[in-house]
């Protein structure tokens, strides 16, 4: 089992900077993959990072270059470091666990947090 709290999250301009945090629970957090998921309202959860337990790293092509996954085995963390914001990066940001290899499709991870909201003005 493992619990996952994430952090950060406010509200920022465009074109400015939020680091996502993400606290998890468990001895064997370094085995798992963990993904950044987001969802705005009235659209569906879309992947948006994902890091392998060996440290690969895949992005969404709308984040990639503005956003890096970076995870700490030794803290059990995992952040998400957004710059460049737009308005169209709104959403609530969950941080998610997979047992094996999650991917890109949020169905395939175990363990979800509840969230943090993040919003971008114009």
């Known amino acids: 089992q493992v619990q996952l709290v994430e952090s950060g999250g406010g509200l920022v301009q465009a074109g400015g900077s939020l680091r996502l945090s993400c606290a998890a629970s468990?001895?064997?957090?370094?085995?798992?993959?963990m993904g950044w998921f987001r969802q705005a309202p009235g659209k569906e959860r879309e992947f948006v990072a994902a890091?392998?337990?060996?440290?690969?790293?895949y992005y969404a092509d709308s984040v990639k270059g503005r956003f890096t996954i970076a995870r700490d085995n030794a803290k059990n963390t995992v952040s998400l470091q957004m710059n460049s914001l737009k308005p169209e990066d709104t959403a609530v940001y969950y941080c998610?666990?997979?047992?094996?290899?999650?991917?890109?499709?949020?169905?395939?991870?175990?363990?979800w947090g509840q969230g943090t909201q993040v919003t971008v003005s114009s």
């Open positions: 890091i392998r337990s060996g440290g690969s790293t």
């Open positions: 468990g001895r064997t957090f370094s085995t798992y993959a």
């Open positions: 998610a666990a997979s047992t094996f290899w999650g991917g890109t499709v949020y169905t395939s991870y175990d363990y």
